[in-house]
């Protein structure tokens, strides 16, 4: 579809409908030209919406819509339209549904002028549909700029690429078409044809579900229908064709976001090879709420305002000519019998364009022929229409010049039906349309057509062959016919049809006879029989684009370079190349070899993007105060380490040591014998073991006796300190002694709790510590128990009621004690219920004991120690594994084993954000030491904005963008090869939108081995497979360059050197996947109801539904909790009483459970796999149950507004508070909710504390420190008075002066202290030396006393635009545990180490998806200080919280991996390395292994084309020259190569001296300055190139302006437009060459078929008939053109078009259109509407205000200032380019660059810059 039109809606109009003329349109009704409304100015908070008349603006709907066959709409006749009409709808009273429409218009806009341009298929999709608007799709495909009305089959193709793109993406959708949507059609027959055929088409000859059978969207059963299959999203347009299709479609849009469904508006949608965007409008709450005000109002409006008047207009007669009227009602039964009477003479079936063309010539001659009999006063026809306002209208047609205009509709259909689409592509273009006259009669035929259709879909017994549906009708050929016939013929031209199409077009003419019954319509031939004109003129003005294409000789630029053989040899083996001696090749300049240090303009070094970065001091320093500033950094990294990984974990590495080696290795193998040394070491360490277990024995001796006393006193506090005992003690029997005497402890504490009075309810956690205990002991100790112990054990266990347990135990314990009475201690549930219930996160997990020489600090899993042997193995590896697993061990030993080996290796840790690299920072600084040679340091970071000890470290730290820098840097080629591993954090980056083809450059670039972590990949397996592919090559190139002589030479090392013996690395990959969670998540929804909150817990069941479970099954990371198990059984037995397998899975009775006395996780986890299979059974089996099932587990929710849920929110906080689930980390997308939230909790905080405080407390504090200043001035004056007379009275003043003070201060500090209820934080974990020093480091960062007075609250906030600074000492108080409350976004869910015991999401967003989703809840769990984490829900819809529980994570499926300033940046490395093979390697490794393109050889064509293209460009703007060495401004565009297609036209720019035109300066005392017109001019032109950020089309209907603010972007003053102007021209030139060059490689046969129902119109092409040759001449080039878009008149020209390329060109190429380096001046959707530009970039500039960016350019806070963090940063980037290209330091560009940079840096302050 034409996704990025750029012409103006007049070129439109011009030159993509030539055959249609301004009165060719049907106008509507008075009614439906009424105005659209649009609101004026909204704010970002709901509460603050205000929705007002005066801030509307008129526009129609869709203006006067072109229509092939319309000039008015047909007028009702006299009696209808002068009376009833009117009094009916004043009766109906229309007045009040005007006003409610008109309201809920605003509404609609308000809406979707705050949508984003987002990507919609995001992980949802892959297991839930949403919704397309049939008639949404219908207006937009017929609408589109590229499409020629009348022409069926390119509408039918433009309407499947749009489905086929989506289903191509396994997007899953439905499409409805709503039954009264049908009516709003009635004045336009041939729009109302097209909608009937489109839904016929997508039935019969396609596999899209599409439903018919809802009236509206208000009925019962699409509320029905929306409750079973809830959409992810609705696509639909905003505008109909009419006022009362707008409104109709009003009204579902607010239907649909009432119920949570929310928006994309289909005329901005947007593709790519792998995404679709378009503006994407979120449900609110307020939306609900209008709905359910206004429900009646808009159920009375839906009927009668649109669909009861539009019902009537069916019924009523129709003006066609004057007093001729057409009967619709008489015309339907006509068709009735006529079709009766085909179906008769054909019984067998027939092609349904015959039957259709046929029937409707028949009918609608025959008819016709009626209406003119009756027709009473022919001679007075004329003035009784001129009565009737149709005086332009002029004699009707007669009946033979109808009867000639239905044979050439009849010649039409044959040649669609015998001529192959190649054939009809070359039809030859005519500038003439339909004569006004004729009008009417096409209508009549085309209401023909459309009662046709309704009667074959109603005759299912009849074979009617469908597939001719999408090329029913072709109006360009039927007028092409016609003008033959009418200029040509009667010219004297006369020419043959042809035997077979002659013998075709007779039977048809003599079946319409036939059918007719009349004689009067003459026979086959002649075609013509009359001399009426038909056709008019049209006058048209010629295209400008592509004006000169004929100038341009095909083919391509020869060029040199070995590397370009290597890719594309295979391609461009196959293309046509120009001649050396071709003027295109001979005028491009011969310029110098660009090198990179030096630019042709200056001899000035150019700094490349390493260099640019801000470099704090580094080791190799010798400035003292950077020596300083280092020291204090890497000072503060160790105490920050020492939060993330402990003070006792450090590792000292010294030279020459190495790693134990593993268990399984041929070290330990080869040892069979043991030394007297070794036996001397092991009974040494046999006396050790002695020794210590005396010494645990005391200490157990010591401490029994208090722990004991406790447990009886406070048992909580008593358990707490068992518990930390057994976690220090290292000696097994001291330990069993201990479990024994807390169990004797627990099992008194039950006795004593049970013997309490019945009213008080027992204590579970007594009898859960007595479990606990008795687990530990029989699994543990198991070695160590005695008769006695187990007689004990089993006697426990009597007692609290798990008899069976107590027999399987100790057998003989049923003969004793069976005359007490001991029923009283029971728990009244069977064993396995109680440990399932209650104990589940206490239940064992098979973990092994044997410790491993490699690990001190735990006993790794298998698993772990399978990563151990990947590193051990210098493999690489895939690391797929749930948060806190212990995954990033791995990373640590492999850093550990690097330091080890040498001081020359480098290991490389890849962090996604620049928080995670802090982290990783720190904990490497805490974990190793080692002395390095002078110069050298363990550790360095490099990131965009700050860098340290980058090349002379072992271990740096950094992000994707800067790795990419220095492997693609010639000059740091020597540094690379010193890699050893890689390590690559949250590589599930690599499925992102943005930077994830970065992680895609890294992974194939690198040589040495790799380790790649993550905790959310659902397709592992594809990764790995495509990384063994890469390493395959990589072993290839090694071997290769192993055996070439020049490798052989740098081989030479010394002998020093050699015995270093560096491991060579594997080639292997491997996959390691462990799919287990520490610790269980739970989830809660919660509701807020009468101030009140109620929070459900959520099963994970409840999110399922049948048809889920029937396409997809359980999804596999959906997981119970054991608690969730039971649960689940319980209701399952519930609804299904006589189920069958309820014995057997009961829980006392399921084999796993049945007398088992330790029930451990694997057994809870085959029990939930049991439910698994018996719900997936039950689906089969009787759905309805599952239905009742999942509805029976659901919660009960409730409804609030937004603004009642952020206002109780300070109180949802005490709630969690109470119910003991702090801390938590609360997250939100928006950086502005996040401060808001905290600020609201502190401010509750402080109200809460003065409500505490004692009614005069605060005069009190006011008398108190009036006092103490008094009593210190008094101090003062006694003390100086003392030094001048020393009196002992002056002495006992001073004295009793001090102690008032004193006293004073210590009331004042009582009055201050703040209440433990009115703060989080907990005192006794952080000293106060500690947190002031923490604190300390906030000084001089933004906000900083608000972010402090949070943090001693123990409140806390986090996002991505707070400084570094900031946002460590949040998370350093977060794991000491002195904040309990968090407040962030996304940044603290990618790899931050902050585990909690809770994760809340606070609000719902369009990024909250499956992927983040399970990234933040991953944070919930301290694994070894919580036992399940929770998950809270607490302004989150519930259909949403359904989709993020079952649906998937998203698969890893690439990105578009190149683009132009990419293959620069290749070119550069391949040009000017010093190892040529080796940067040569990279280059094709990322050119040839993308992981986009891996078992997709269609896709790595397509990246072929585009890097063939790439290079095509490069050379022709003079970036390379013909060898491909980079030349002219390519360091400059390459330093901006974020900013394609930007930094092309930047240069484009400076090449044309705009900027010294523009920035002239004025000298202020001596010194050059600009004044503040030059610097907005400056911000206007930069904003146009690189703070391009669009807003919805809709926004331009706001009418209320800004008097302050700037909020749609100026245009570029006119000369540089003019420059953009040139350079678009030429990138269109270049790209439409390119096109026409490789249109030789599509698969031609595939171009003749519809892309979704593959209906295939090739064929043979007709020769013997002499009128197709001269119809279809082919004289217009149309090669490199789809043969569906020919037949709208698209020729090769219009490939020289950027509007048309997308739906254009072959579909076989694929290359897409926003590839290209084209800066899109106005860009329109595919209706022709402006999307503006938001003028956020100079809003900002003139008024220094981020506030204002939230309130009118509709961003929120944190958008606000990433974005204008990101401008700032490439003005800076574009002044020291300017800076370094230009000897003249005084340039005047260079200066206003300057001044605008600082300008930039002083608004946002310079440590948001740096």
Request: one cysteine or more; aromatic letters at 10%; hydrophobic letters at 35%.
């Amino acid at each position: 579809m034409a996704s990025e039109p750029t012409m103006s809606n007049e070129k439109s109009s011009s030159s993509s409908s030539e055959d249609e003329s301004e009165t060719d349109t049907e106008s509507d009704s008075s009614d439906d030209s009424e105005s659209m409304e649009s609101l004026s100015s909204f704010d970002q908070s709901e509460e603050e919406d205000h929705l007002s008349s005066e801030d509307i603006v008129e526009e129609t709907a869709y203006g006067q819509l072109p229509c092939e066959f319309g000039i008015n709409e047909e007028k009702p006749s006299e009696v209808e339209a002068t009376g009833e009409n009117s009094h009916d709808l004043e009766k109906s009273g229309l007045t009040e549904c005007k006003q409610i429409l008109r309201t809920l218009s605003l509404m609609i806009w308000k809406a979707l002028s705050k949508s984003k341009m987002v990507s919609l298929l995001k992980d949802f999709v892959e297991s839930e549909f949403f919704l397309i608007d049939g008639d949404s799709l219908l207006i937009d495909c017929f609408l589109n700029v590229n499409f020629k009305k009348g022409q069926t089959l390119h509408f039918f193709y433009i309407v499947e690429r749009f489905l086929h793109d989506f289903i191509q993406k396994e997007a899953k959708f439905v499409l409805v078409f709503f039954k009264d949507a049908e009516n709003l059609y009635y004045n336009y027959p041939e729009i109302l044809a097209l909608r009937t055929i489109l839904i016929y088409h997508l039935e019969y000859n396609t596999d899209v579900t599409i439903h018919t059978e809802f009236s509206n969207c208000l009925t019962p059963e699409w509320e029905i229908f929306l409750k079973e299959c809830y959409p992810y999203f609705l696509i639909v347009s905003d505008k109909g064709i009419t006022k009362h299709q707008t409104d109709f479609l009003n009204i579902l849009i607010m239907h649909a976001l009432q119920k949570k469904i929310n928006i994309v508006q289909i005329s901005g949608i947007e593709s790519d090879v792998l995404r679709i965007y378009g503006y994407y409008a979120s449900s609110l709450y307020m939306h609900k709420q209008f709905f359910e005000k206004h429900e009646i109002q808009l159920q009375h409006a839906l009927h009668a305002y649109i669909i009861e008047y539009d019902q009537r207009s069916l019924e009523r007669e129709i003006f066609l000519y004057g007093h001729l009227k057409l009967n619709l009602g008489e015309m339907q039964k006509e068709i009735h019998q006529t079709l009766s009477l085909f179906l008769n003479r054909w019984p067998e079936g027939a092609d349904v364009r015959s039957v259709v063309c046929s029937i409707s010539c028949a009918v609608t001659l025959k008819h016709y022929k009626k209406i003119l009999h009756d027709a009473q006063d022919y001679e007075n026809l004329n003035i009784c229409t001129e009565n009737h306002n149709t005086q332009d209208l002029k004699k009707p047609l007669t009946l033979k010049e109808a009867a000639d205009l239905c044979r050439m509709h009849c010649l039409s259909v044959i040649f669609l039906q015998r001529l192959p689409l190649f054939q009809r592509a070359k039809s030859r273009i005519i500038t003439y349309t339909w004569d006004r006259t004729l009008v009417p009669f096409l209508k009549m035929l085309k209401r023909c057509q459309f009662f046709i259709l309704k009667h074959l879909k109603a005759r299912n017994n009849w074979n009617v062959n469908f597939t001719g549906l999408p090329d029913l009708t072709d109006s360009s050929l039927w007028k092409n016919i016609a003008y033959y016939y009418e200029i040509e013929h009667n010219r004297g031209l006369n020419l043959e049809l042809g035997n077979t199409l002659k013998q075709g077009y007779e039977e048809l003419w003599n079946t319409v006879l036939t059918l007719s019954e009349d004689d009067d319509f003459g026979g086959s031939m002649p075609v013509r029989t009359t001399s009426r004109p038909f056709l008019t003129q049209k006058k048209t003005s010629p295209r400008v684009p592509g004006s000169n294409q004929g100038s341009h000789k095909l083919g391509l630029i020869p060029l040199k370079a070995e590397i370009i053989e290597d890719y594309a040899g295979d391609i461009l083996s196959e293309l046509p190349f120009l001649s050396s001696d071709d003027p295109a090749v001979t005028s491009l300049s011969k310029k110098k070899e660009f090198d990179e240090l030096t630019h042709w303009h200056s001899s000035r070094p150019l700094s490349d993007d390493f260099e640019r970065t801000k470099c704090n001091s580094d080791a190799k320093s010798k400035d003292a105060k950077g020596i300083r500033d280092m020291q204090k950094l890497h000072h503060f990294y160790h105490v920050f380490g020492k939060s993330l990984v402990g003070s006792n974990k450090s590792i000292r590495i010294t030279g020459g040591s190495a790693l134990p080696p593993p268990e399984n290795s041929s070290v330990q193998k080869k040892k069979k014998h043991q030394t007297n040394a070794e036996k001397f070491i092991e009974e040494n360490q046999k006396r050790q073991l002695a020794k210590l277990e005396k010494k645990e024995e005391e200490r157990w001796k010591n401490l029994s006796v208090y722990i004991e006393k406790e447990m009886k006193e406070n048992p909580n506090s008593g358990i707490k300190k068992l518990e930390d005992f057994l976690q220090t003690c290292p000696v097994k029997s001291v330990k069993f002694a201990a479990e024994m005497v807390g169990l004797d402890a627990c099992f008194k504490l039950w006795m004593e709790c049970c013997s309490k009075p019945e009213t008080e309810s027992k204590d579970m956690n007594i009898i859960i510590n007595l479990m606990k205990r008795i687990h530990i002991i029989h699994e543990k100790h198991s070695e160590l128990l005695k008769n006695t112990d187990r007689r004990k054990l089993a006697k426990y266990l009597k007692y609290v009621g798990f008899d069976n347990l107590a027999h399987s135990l100790y057998p003989q314990v049923q003969e004793s004690s069976t005359e007490k009475d001991i029923s009283k201690y029971s728990v009244c549930m069977g064993a396995a219920r109680f440990q399932l219930t209650y104990m589940g996160h206490y239940l064992l997990r098979e973990e092994r004991s044997d410790p491993d020489p490699r690990v001190h600090h735990f006993i790794p899993d298998t698993w772990q120690r399978e990563l151990l042997d990947v590193v051990d193995n210098n493999e690489s590896a895939v690391i797929v594994a749930p948060t806190s697993s212990g995954k990033t061990y791995a990373s640590y030993y492999c850093m550990e084993k690097i330091l080890r080996e040498s001081d020359e290796g480098v290991i490389v840790y890849v962090a996604p954000t620049k928080a995670l690299v802090n982290q990783v920072v720190g904990t490497i600084c805490s974990l190793f030491t080692k002395a390095l040679p002078k110069g050298l340091v363990v550790c360095g970071v490099f990131t965009r904005d700050y860098r340290h000890d980058t090349l002379n470290c072992q271990i740096l730290v950094t992000v994707p963008q800067c790795l990419e820098i220095l492997l693609l840097s010639p000059r740091n080629q020597k540094w690379v090869k010193r890699m050893r591993y890689v390590i690559f954090d949250e590589v599930h980056c690599l499925g992102g939108e943005i930077g994830a083809e970065v992680w895609e450059h890294l992974l194939v670039m690198i040589r040495c081995p790799f380790l790649a972590l993550s905790a959310t990949i659902s397709n592992p397996e594809h990764l790995t497979e495509w990384l063994v592919l890469i390493k395959r090559y990589w072993q290839h190139v090694e071997s290769k360059m192993e055996n070439s002589s020049s490798l052989q030479n740098v081989l030479k090392v010394s002998k020093k050197q050699q015995r270093k013996r560096i491991e060579k690395p594997s080639y292997r990959v491997r996959l390691v996947w462990y799919r287990e969670r520490y610790n269980d998540l739970e989830k809660y929804v919660c509701s807020l109801k009468d101030n009140e909150f109620i929070i459900e817990h959520y099963h994970p069941c409840a999110a399922l539904t049948v048809n889920h479970i029937k396409k997809y099954g359980i999804p596999l990371d959906l997981g119970f909790s054991p608690r969730e198990s039971i649960l689940l059984y319980d209701a399952m037995v519930h609804v299904w009483p006589e189920w069958t397998r309820m014995k057997e899975l009961e829980p006392e009775e399921f084999s796993c459970f049945k007398n088992k006395i330790v029930i451990t996780r694997a057994d809870a986890k085959k029990y939930e796999e049991e439910l698994k299979k018996e719900i997936i059974h039950w689906s089969q089996l009787d759905p309805s149950k599952v239905n009742q099932l999942f509805m029976y587990l659901k919660p009960q929710t409730f409804d609030s507004a937004e603004v009642e849920k952020r206002r109780m929110f300070p109180h949802f906080v005490e709630k969690l508070k109470e119910m003991n689930r702090l801390p938590a980390i609360f997250f939100s997308f928006n950086i502005h909710s996040v401060e808001v939230s905290a600020s609201r909790l502190f401010t509750h905080l402080i109200s809460k504390q003065i409500t505490h405080n004692k009614p005069n407390s605060e005069r009190e504090k006011k008398i108190l420190n009036k006092k103490l200043s008094k009593a210190r001035k008094s101090q003062k004056r006694n003390i100086a008075a003392f030094f001048n007379s020393d009196s002992g009275a002056r002495i006992q003043r001073i004295i009793l002066l001090a102690a008032e003070i004193k006293e004073i201060k210590k009331n004042l500090k009582k009055l201050y202290e703040i209440s433990p209820d009115c703060t989080y934080t907990d005192r006794t974990v952080v000293d106060y030396q500690t947190l002031a020093k923490i604190l300390r480091r906030l000084r001089g960062t933004r906000q900083c006393y608000k972010l402090h007075g949070f943090l001693k609250r123990g409140i806390g906030y986090h996002h991505g635009s707070m400084e570094i600074r900031q946002r460590q000492v949040v998370e350093m108080l977060f794991r000491l545990k002195h904040l309990k409350v968090i407040t962030a976004t996304s940044t603290l869910a990618l790899g931050i180490n902050m585990p909690c015991k809770s994760v809340v999401f606070m609000e719902d967003s369009v990024f909250l998806d499956a992927l983040n989703f399970r990234q933040m809840s991953g944070r919930a769990g301290r694994r070894g200080e919580d036992l399940i984490g929770n998950v809270f829900f607490y302004d989150i819809p519930l259909p949403k919280i359904e989709r993020l529980l079952k649906s998937n994570v998203p698969k890893l499926k690439g990105q578009f991996p190149l683009s132009i300033s990419l293959v620069l940046r290749l070119m550069l490395l391949v040009a000017k390395a010093d190892d040529k093979e080796d940067a040569k390697a990279k280059a094709l490794s990322v050119l040839q292994y993308s992981l986009m393109s891996f078992k997709q050889p269609k896709i790595n064509c397509m990246l072929k084309f585009y890097f063939i293209y790439s290079l095509q460009f490069l050379v022709r703007e003079e970036y390379l020259n013909l060898e491909c060495i980079p030349i002219g401004y390519s360091g400059l565009v390459s330093h901006l190569h974020y900013h394609e297609p930007a930094n092309f036209v930047l240069v484009s720019l400076l090449k044309k001296r705009l900027f010294h035109k523009l920035c002239i300066p004025t000298k202020i005392k001596g010194q050059k300055s600009f004044s503040e017109e030059v610097m907005e001019t400056l911000v206007v032109v930069l904003a146009n190139l690189f703070g391009r950020h669009y807003l919805p089309p809709c926004v331009k209907n706001f009418k209320k302006e800004f008097s302050h603010s700037v909020v749609i972007l100026d245009d570029l003053p006119k000369e540089f437009a003019a420059v953009v102007e040139e350079h678009n021209t030429r990138i269109q030139e270049y790209f439409g060459s390119f096109l026409l060059t490789i249109s030789k490689l599509a698969d031609m046969r595939k171009e003749s078929q519809l892309p979704l129902s593959e209906i295939d119109f090739s064929g043979k092409e007709c020769e013997d008939s002499e009128l197709v040759s001269h119809l279809m001449p082919g004289t217009e080039s149309r090669t490199a053109v789809s043969p569906f878009a020919c037949l709208s008149n698209i020729t090769d020209q219009d490939l020289f078009d950027v509007d048309v390329i997308n739906d254009a060109m072959l579909q076989t190429i694929d290359v897409n259109v926003q590839n290209i380096p084209f800066l899109c001046l106005n860009k329109y959707d595919t209706n022709g509407r402006k999307c503006p530009l938001n003028g956020y970039v100079l809003n900002f500039y003139k008024h220094r205000s981020l506030s204002a960016l939230t309130l009118d350019n509709w961003l929120n806070m944190g958008d606000a200032f990433t974005l204008i963090r990101d401008f700032a940063l490439t003005v800076q980037s574009i002044r020291i380019s300017l800076s370094e290209l230009c000897d003249d330091e005084d340039d005047n560009v260079v200066l206003a660059f300057k001044q605008l940079s600082k300008a930039f840096n002083s608004i946002l302050g310079k440590k948001a810059i740096d």
